[in-house]
């Protein structure tokens, strides 16, 4: 039985809808299986490891046994109320590391019903029909049907790092080893070069990455930078506040208070002001931001270059497709010196045809049927018709092609009944060309190629001119290129066509053999429209101080008619050749690569070199690419980012982020969320520190002054579970401030404490230390039997002080320079921390578990008033700076 009765598929068809069930309930899904994950029990419990939780449980244990029923509850209810808080962060992170995981998962192409659609790699069964072409990922084991020069890298299986050139014949022998199964596709491998059709006979652990156990089995852990800095000053701080708490107790202890409550009382402050959470709080913010940038089209696929995009200062960005919409349309054709207009908009197969504004019937001319059915059949694209609406399926530029011979009535169906296509040496960026050799139904054989015109015209030694076979000479060249110059300085993409007959007998088994002593035919001269957003976009980021540079491989004019289309191209700016680049060190790129705006006729190669040279002058480099040869230059960016729509794997793969809708615009939108979700970091540990280091001091001055505790140990845990939960994680959903976009790009090798943010949680919690001990006092001497009245003042100062500098955190200038109803969430999360304070001092069944007393309505004046002062002092301090 052949291999298409053995899987019971079909090779023209592939599987049937109703069949994909019935195979899935045997086969299952195509996917390895992951190690062992933490389940949520056990994530739960890890909550509750750390050692100063551990001690205050012990203390707790200790304050039960000895009668403290009420205490020894409370504080428990606390710590398990902090272990679910944590444990629901932690959750929600790992789920959205989850969902990033799957969106950036590899797609690929099979046949279903006759249809080639694009499926999850998950979704593949055994006896799907499966293409891929160059940079592809191979999703599943596949036995090859069809190779058109293909090569793929299988260093993953078998360690061999050279491209594995890949055929349809049998191999015979037995036990044959993976590199030698050279009709064969393996799951994980890439497509380097050529393109194929394979049937699918082995997924998910089936296949020989599932046998060999390979590395994907365990999900990668995405830690980024920060988290790893402030895992380190985590540690600093740790250390620094068991001193301070240590000299809180030992100073008490000395002032004679009762040694068991002042070791209550320096646990329940240690467990309040080491932030023991902030990791978890970055690792949120990071999530919830990555989440939003998925909203914005933009997948980030590895979490330190959330961090990286709010320091880039350059993006080099692709203009196909990312600057312009990628929806080709031909307008011009140029052959023998005549030139045709061509109307009709995106991939609507209806227009007519113009010669010196008169309309004309494409039929009429032999020079220009001959160029649109050369087109047509040297090419890979589909149009596909769905409600009087077009949909492309397959490369823009073929597309506009394809389209442009619909228009004239040759359609590529019948044409594939009139040729045969024998071979194929599919597009290479290097050689920027494509070639097919083909056989009409009398026997003759031709090869076709399409490409860059500047490059096509190199391999030609002659030229149809009216019909006639001339020889390829200086005039003619000079022709040429004018007719180039001319398209390209309407911004229009130039495709060129040649040809050339060959022998019944010859054999061509290079694309060096095909194209060479070809003949010119002609140009197709294509518009590509800006997007219209992108030009805003190019402003802000100028703006911002971030320099775009567009990188393309088409001809120089057509280049710089877009870049000033989009803003690109201002002043002194330059345009530079690829073949500049060739005999250009990067330290000579160097001294002149801040003066370019433009590089044109670009070849991957030199992407690399562009990225050196601006890395090396200290710009933090965003790097756009869709091909394989893009990989190098993509992975070497400090911002590497792949086009999602037309993007291959391996550039996918090499990337830190992908656009979605392959848009520049929404590289700038990425920028200013990742400047954004920084900025949230530093806010919430701007409000977390300057919290605990007021909680301390407050504490640490009551001890020094000999003055009774001010707050006990159950209010020190209310206040860390209250203050320091809600306010903090809305703080990481702020939006960005109006000016965030008119920034200069932060250094890379900013700090966390940079720009004044160490002093302002010294100072802030200083005064909200000072404020709570003033407020304490207050009472205390008024009447030193009132001890537990001036706690609870002191406690509802404490909290007050703490909700209203959260607000002061959201902006570096002061509380006044955002609307403070600009984040509701804040809002919201502040007015229910102050319902629990409420709470807790005025319900009677609370104010003997918490220690409190109802406050009188004359001493709110004194509470609201010393609150204030942290924030309003220093916000006051700032206007006077700012007028001086």
Known sequence: MDLEGALNTDFKQGLKEEDIKKRRSHFGWNELEEGEKQSAIQLFFSQFKDFMVLVLLAATLISGLLGEYIDAIAIIAIVFINGFLGFFQERKAEKSLNALRELSAPQVTVLRDGQWIKIPSKEVIVGDIMKFVSGDRIG??????????????????????????????????????????????????????????????SIGMKTAMGQIAHMLQNAETMETPLQRRLEQLGKILITAALFL??????????????????????????????????????????????????RMNAIVRKLPAVETLGCASVICSDKTGTMTQNKMTVTHIWSSGMTWQVDGTGYNPRGEFYQN?????????????????????????????????????????????????????????????????????????????????????QGKRYVITKGAPDVLVKMCQSV???????????????????????????ALRTIAIAFKPIGENT?????????????????????????????????????????????????AVTAEAIAKQLGILKGNAKVMEGSCLNDMSVEELEDIVEDVAVFARVSPEHKLKIVKAFQNKGHVVAMTGDGVNDAPAIK???????????????????????????????????????????????????????????EILVMLFAMILALPLPLVPIQILWVNLVTDGLPAMALGLDKPEDDVMRRKPRHHKEGVFARGLGWKVVSRGFLIGAATLISFMTIYH?????????????????????????????????????????????????????VLMLAVIYVPGLQSIFHTVSIQPRDWMLVIGMASIPTFLLAGSYYLQKRA
């Open 140 to 201: 599943a084991d596949v036995r090859l049907i069809e190779a058109n020069n293909l090569e793929i890298e299988e260093s993953a299986l078998t360690g061999e790092s050279l491209p594995v050139s890949k055929t349809t014949d049998e191999v015979a022998g037995e036990n044959i080893g993976l590199g030698d199964m050279e009709n064969m596709a393996f799951m994980g491998t890439m497509v380097t070069r050529g393109n194929g059709i394979g049937v699918v006979v």
């Open 245 to 294: 708490t240590c000299l809180v107790v030992g100073i008490g202890v000395i002032q004679g208070h009762d040694l068991y409550t002042m070791f209550l009382a320096g646990v329940s402050l240690a467990v309040a002001a080491i932030p023991e959470g902030l990791p978890a709080i970055v690792t949120v913010a990071l999530s919830l931001g990555v989440q939003r940038m998925i």
């Open 357 to 441: 504004e008169k309309k004309v019937s494409p039929g009429q001319s032999k020079e220009l049927q001959q160029i649109l059915t050369f087109g047509c059949l040297c090419n890979h694209s589909a149009l596909k018709e769905h409600e009087d609406s077009f949909a492309l399926d397959g490369d823009p530029t073929e597309g506009a092609l394809l389209v442009a011979a619909m228009k004239a009535g040759i359609h590529r169906e019948t044409l594939l009944n009139q040729f045969t296509i024998e071979k194929e040496f599919p597009f290479d960026s290097s050689r920027k060309m494509m070639s097919m050799v083909v056989k009409d139904q």
């Open 464 to 490: 149809l001119w009216s019909g006639k076979l001339q020889s390829l000479g200086k005039e003619h060249i000079t022709i040429v290129n004018n007719a180039i110059d001319g398209l390209a300085k309407q």
């Open 507 to 555: 054999v061509i088994l290079h694309e060096s053999e095909a194209e060479k002593e070809l003949t010119f035919l002609g140009l197709q001269g294509m518009i590509d429209p800006p997007r219209p957003e992108v030009k805003k976009a190019v402003k802000e980021c100028r703006e911002a101080g971030i320099k775009t540079v567009m990188i393309t491989g088409d001809h």
């Open 636 to 694: 070497t960016a400090d911002i590497g980012v792949s086009m999602g729509i037309t993007g291959t794997d391996v550039a996918k793969e090499a990337s830190a982020l992908i656009l979605l809708d392959d848009n520049f615009a929404t590289i700038k939108a990425a920028i200013k969320e990742g400047r954004n979700i920084y900025e949230n970091i530093r806010k919430f540990i701007r409000y977390l520190l300057a919290s605990n280091v007021g």
């Open 782 to 834: 008024r009447d030193p039997n009132q001890l537990v009245y001036a706690q609870t003042i002191a406690f509802a100062t404490l909290v007050l002080a703490q909700l209203i500098h959260v607000f002061d955190c959201r902006s570096e200038k002061s509380i006044f320079a955002r609307n403070p109803f600009g984040n509701m969430y804040l809002v919201w999360a502040v007015i229910s921390s102050v």
